[in-house]
């Protein structure tokens, strides 16, 4: 399922003993390779952009103590957060954003 414009953050869980991902890391896995363009990275994040809205998604695994950081999290950032962190070169970001 793609993004819904009401949605701002997407969190997995891993589940049976932490070695299986739920149905949220699964969608987060399937809209970062099949939806979502790759803009730029970050240490331990990458920043996505949704072409059907140009809302910007920050790809991160926060759960330091485990390993591999644990279970994707996809959250969405303003423009100006965007590219203040990532200083990629695009269009100018706007306010309405």
């Known amino acids: 399922m793609k993004l819904r414009s009401t949605e701002t953050e997407l969190i997995g869980k ?6 299986q991902a739920d149905a949220t890391c699964e969608r987060i896995e399937w809209l970062k390779t099949s939806c979502l363009e790759k803009i730029a990275a970050s240490n331990w994040a990458i920043l996505f952009r949704d072409p059907e809205d140009g809302r910007y998604w920050e790809l991160t695994y926060p ?19 965007a590219y203040a962190k990532y200083r990629f070169t695009g269009p100018a970001p706007s306010n309405n954003s």
């Open 63 to 81: 759960r330091t103590e485990m390993q591999g950081g644990g279970p994707p999290s996809l959250t969405a950032v303003s423009a100006e957060k």
């Open 14 to 19: 891993w589940v049976n003993r932490n070695v």
